[in-house]
């Protein structure tokens, strides 16, 4: 595996998070992997909401230079994997590009979560809401860890 995406809607919140999580964990192993995030339906220059940026901080990532980015079909041909947080998001990217049918998964999905696969948008909502759902992708994060360091150890084998 080469390169991970993370899609979300925006590109403003969850994609946001699950990237700049994933490096944070990247900075302090050997494993070289590319990361980025895009956006379904991006609007251009739309900051990361300051209390993204607050719960990120708290995790200890404070350096963020995030520039909001459209999905390209260069990426999805580029990327090893694409974690999405929605389900239609998996599906606009199918109908877009089947053949990416192998590599487009829920990050939930991903991670091996059963039930309640989508991770909601909480773009323009409560506290409460950016909590969940940095709080939902935090522990996708730490189990997707946990996924590429047996993939490392399987490749040393």
């Known amino acids: 595996m080469k390169s991970i995406l993370f899609v979300c809607t925006g590109n403003t919140c969850r994609s946001v998070i699950a990237e700049n999580m994933l490096k944070r964990w990247l900075n302090g192993c050997q ?21 993204i940026l607050e719960l990120l901080k708290k995790e200890g990532i404070s350096e963020i230079y995030h520039k909001t980015t459209p999905l390209t079909e260069e990426q999805i041909k580029e990327a090893s994997l694409i ?10 990217i199918l109908d877009l590009f089947p053949e990416t049918k192998d590599k487009v998964y829920l990050l939930k999905e ?23 759902c940095f709080s939902q992708i935090k522990g996708c994060i730490t189990k997707l860890v ?3 360091k047996e993939k490392m150890e399987d490749r040393g084998k």
């Open 83 to 92: 974690l999405v947080m929605e389900s239609f998001h998996k599906q606009r």
């Open 110 to 132: 991903y991670v091996g979560e059963k039930e309640n696969l989508d991770i909601l948008d909480p773009f323009g909502g409560l506290e409460e809401g950016y909590e969940t």
């Open 31 to 51: 494993l070289r992997l590319e990361v980025r995030s895009a956006g379904i339906s991006v609007t251009p220059q739309t900051p990361v909401p300051h209390y």
């Open 146 to 148: 946990e996924i590429l």
